[in-house]
């Protein structure tokens, strides 16, 4: 059973630029969420995706978009990169409740994409 | 709003020594809380989580924590420190089971031969 799958591993781009980063949940979950990780720090909750609509959003300005496709796979998108957009953009899937289990927000991380921005 | 704040941005123990890394949280409901592990160049990994069904959490490699509502903590220990104890950990806050979740800022441990 593969986790989450993130991809690419390291990426760098220049001021002005915009990327696209992309996350595969774990088999049977239905929910992203996408953080970000400056060096040092926390990761700081960027937004999350349920059923192909974005549910809940950080502290984050309009550069950042996302989209969730029907396989619940999903996108993050940054446009006009700044220096400081530069760290680690992390995904994590989750599955809230299925059944007569309930799962308590148990986030399963994804290995990262490390973004440079120069 | 709900915060999480880490006491000791680094904490070094030698081998065998106890573990004892804090986390006081800021909650206005009755919170779930999570610690995980980061190790270097590498994801999170949940090591424990607290959902109200025991304020005791015992985790995976030996951690557990204790919820203390009365405190507002949720401190994670493990008896005895192993030389692949040393990473990144980090506690974390949701306010329901579907909610986003706030991180701490972290605490590096080092383990010391």
């Known amino acids: 059973d593969a986790g989450v799958t993130q991809s690419p591993t390291h990426l760098i781009k220049t001021r002005g630029q915009q990327v696209t980063l992309r996350c595969s949940p774990k088999?049977?979950?239905?929910?992203v969420s996408w953080y970000q990780q400056a060096l040092g720090q926390g990761p700081q909750f960027i937004f999350q995706y349920y059923e192909e609509e974005e549910r809940q959003r950080g502290n984050f300005p309009d550069r950042f978009s996302g989209h969730q496709f029907p396989n619940y796979s999903s996108e993050l998108n940054v446009n006009a990169l700044l220096l400081g957009d530069s760290a680690l953009y992390l995904c994590?899937?989750?599955?809230?409740?299925?059944?007569?289990?309930?799962?308590?927000?148990?986030?399963?991380f994804g290995p990262g994409t490390r973004l440079t921005v120069l | 709003a709900q915060s999480v704040t880490q006491l000791g941005s680094h904490v070094s123990v030698s081998e065998g020594a106890l573990v004892l890394l804090r986390c006081n949280y800021s909650s206005s409901v009755p919170p779930y809380l999570f610690w995980y592990v980061q190790y270097p160049n590498q994801g999170l990994q949940l090591l424990l989580k607290y959902t109200s069904a025991a304020t005791l959490v015992k985790g995976i490699n030996g951690f557990e924590a204790e919820f203390k509502k009365s405190e507002t903590s949720f401190h994670l220990t493990k008896p005895s420190a192993h030389m692949s104890d040393a990473a990144e950990y980090f506690c974390?806050?949701?306010?329901?089971?579907?909610?986003?979740?706030?991180f701490g800022p972290g605490t590096s441990l080092s383990v010391i031969p």
């Open positions: 088999s049977g979950h239905d929910t």
């Open positions: 994590a899937s989750s599955l809230i409740f299925s059944g007569n289990r309930a799962y308590y927000n148990e986030q399963f």
């Open positions: 974390a806050v949701s306010e329901t089971s579907y909610d986003k979740v706030i």
